[in-house]
């Protein structure tokens, strides 16, 4: 069964920084395109970032330049390090595969205050 769990959210100042972790099970992340999702309240879940299998790296354009997306494969997970953060970026980050998503997991609160 493939399950990812979330964590490293929290409240943080504008302009802070916080670093995401998503732990991969069931599922080999080098052998995938991965991808950091956000959801904020009443909206649609949207892919932020994602990692290619060739290790290259997309991002939506609100979060370019600020967030950045790598995957260890020695303990398989994905992680999102976010830089400059801003009030909008709140939400809830999940992870999961690009292509034919899994089930999401729980995924961590990111709350970013004025």
């Known amino acids: 069964q493939v399950q990812f769990v979330e964590s490293g959210g929290g409240l943080v100042q504008a302009g802070g920084s916080l670093k995401l972790s998503c732990a991969a099970s069931g599922i080999n992340i080098r052998l995938h395109d991965m991808g950091w999702y956000r959801q904020a309240p009443g909206k649609e879940r949207e892919r932020v970032a994602m990692?290619?299998?060739?290790?290259?790296?997309n991002y939506a354009d609100s979060v370019k330049g600020r967030f950045t997306i790598s995957r260890d494969t020695t303990k398989n997970t994905v992680n999102l390090q976010m830089n400059a953060l801003q009030p909008e970026d709140t939400a809830v980050y999940y992870c999961?595969?690009?292509?034919?998503?899994?089930?999401w997991g729980q995924g961590t609160q990111v709350t970013v205050s004025v």
């Open positions: 999961n595969r690009v292509v034919s998503p899994y089930n």
């Open positions: 990692i290619r299998l060739s290790s290259n790296t």
